[in-house]
Structure formats: C-alpha cells, structure tokens
C-alpha cells in the first residue's frame, strides 16, 4: 500500500508544518498490471469468417443426380480464369466450355439465363469447381456473386477427370 510519511519540519514559527510525502512505487506496479490486463483482453481485429452452410455428411450419398438443364458449372481456374458449362459427360468440349470473367455482371447473368433455361427451378443448382491453381480470392468472388443472385443451392466439388481434361485443352 501506499505509504504517507508526515516530516515536521523545525522552524523558528509558532506552529509546527507537516511535510506531507506519498510514496508512488506501488502505483507504477498497478499501472502495469492494467497495461498488461487490457492488452490480454483487448481483441486487436475482427476475425474475417465466411459462414458456408454445408450439409452433414450422410453414410448414404444421395440417389439423384441433379439434370444437366437444372445446373451450371464454374470451373475457378489459374490467372483469374472462369469457364462455365451446362454439359454432360460425352457432351462436354472445347466449344461448349464458356470462357467469362469475374465480373459481378457476367456471372450473375450467366446464373440467372441457366436459371431461366431450367426446367425444374425448384432444383437449379449451381456447381463450383476450383482446380488446383485457382486462388482463394476468386472462390470468394463466385460466392459473391452466388449469393448476389440470390440461389441458395449450390455446391462445391472437385473438378471432375472428363472436365480436367477440356479444360487443360483450352489453358494450354
């Protein structure tokens, strides 16, 4: 604790002065002890999180496939490339794999033409596969633009060996 030290201090006067001295060391201890509490309990930046609704995995994958008219396909590619197809398997070429960019516009066009084209709505489902060299940015930029669309049935898979292989032609 503090300590107060009263000095009387001798002088020819008639009343006696105190000299009154506190003694401050304990106040620099408690002085860091708040520096130090405040910088633990101080959050310095807000976490950047992305909330992804993913389903729960379920022991018995779904028996439907979703048609090729009730979906579109991103393929997130390297250098900030975007292809989209609304192709089967044997179906799927260099002439049908769409090249586009990441503008808001485009995408969100393209969704909602496939969207208009799609025989059941109620299923329209937009697929998006990044390959290897796509960057996290573009992810976020097509979910951007997903969630600008306002479709809520989307999902992200790997890219599949029949679409690696039409892609790899058209990036080469």
Known sequence: MAEVIAQE???GSK???KLIRVDMTPMVDLGFLLITFFMFTTNFTKPNVMDLGLPAKSPHPPKHVVDTKNQVTFIL???NRVFY???AAEDLNSSNLKETNFSGINITKIISEAYNKAPK???FTIII???DDANYKNFVDIL???AISKKERYGITDIKPWEKKVY???TK
């Open 144 to 146: 951007d633009n997903i």
């Open 77 to 79: 590619g390297k250098d």
């Open 15 to 17: 009343q006696r002065k």
């Open 121 to 123: 709505k109620e299923n």
């Open 129 to 131: 596969e990044p390959t």
């Open 85 to 87: 197809h609304q192709e």
């Open 168 to 170: 790899e032609e058209l």
């Open 9 to 11: 201090k001798q002088g």
